[in-house]
């Protein structure tokens, strides 16, 4: 009930491609879906959230699709750059009754240049 | 303003000490979590406090303490330290609980020898 599965563990793109990350969970009470961005030796950075009464939520190169039938959610990176390099981590979290994230064990991103 | 900050940076402790880990939240920020990332995974809660009070505790052993200052630092204890305990230990902030934004500091990576 508390698992959040993500999919791929890594990922290759060239630069100026799209970069997309899946993810699913199973608690149909949570209603917070961040992204997080981690670069090896740092914290994880608060990329991207979305709650489940939106289908799509855009910010820069950075999209956030949601499927609350599918309980799937994805992030999508537009024009990716070798900066983009990191890892991303989806969570959810149920705000009222939660006070845990829970992660998804991670992507690997590697854009070539 | 700063970002959330944690000290130390580095850790290095053998078998059976015990280590305090500290962490100072944002500006304007009552909640503090604690998580554990081991490498290769992502993070997992171990706690919440809000107002000097406990609000949340993951899946960990007694071994694990904390406490929140009236000043909303905090400090995570680990007794009786075991090889497993070697990870990254992330605090996160968030100005209540029912505010699921969480911001992320760098970490104090601990290791157990």
């Known amino acids: 009930q508390q698992q959040v599965k993500q999919s791929p563990q890594s990922l290759i793109v060239q630069k100026g491609g799209i970069s997309i990350i899946n993810c699913a969970y199973e608690?149909?009470?949570?209603?917070?879906f961040p992204w997080y961005q981690q670069f090896p030796g740092k914290g994880p950075a608060l990329l991207i959230a979305i709650r489940p009464d939106v289908s799509e939520k855009k910010e820069g190169r950075f999209t956030i699709s949601f499927n609350k039938s599918a309980k799937q959610f994805s992030l999508h990176i537009m024009d990716s750059q070798p900066g983009d390099s990191a890892t991303y981590f989806c969570?959810?979290?149920?705000?009222?009754?939660?006070?845990?994230?829970?992660f998804g064990k991670g992507t690997t991103l590697s854009v070539s240049s | 303003d700063a970002g959330v900050t944690q000290s130390p940076t580095h850790l290095i402790k053998t078998r059976g000490q015990q280590v305090t880990l500290r962490c100072s939240p944002i500006s304007g920020h009552k909640s503090v979590s604690w998580y554990q990332q081991v490498l290769g995974q992502g993070p997992q809660f171990i706690f919440q406090?809000?107002?000097?009070?406990?609000?949340g505790r993951g899946n960990f052993p007694d071994r694990f303490s904390a406490r929140q200052f009236p000043n909303y630092s905090s400090e995570l204890n680990v007794n009786a330290l075991l090889l497993g305990d070697s990870a990254l230990y992330l605090c996160a902030s968030s100005l209540g609980t029912n505010r699921p934004e969480q911001f992320f500091g760098p970490g104090t990576r601990l290791t157990v020898l």
């Open positions: 969570a959810a979290i149920h705000n009222q009754a939660g006070t845990a994230l829970i």
């Open positions: 608690n149909t009470a949570f209603d917070y």
């Open positions: 406090y809000y107002e000097k009070e406990e609000r």
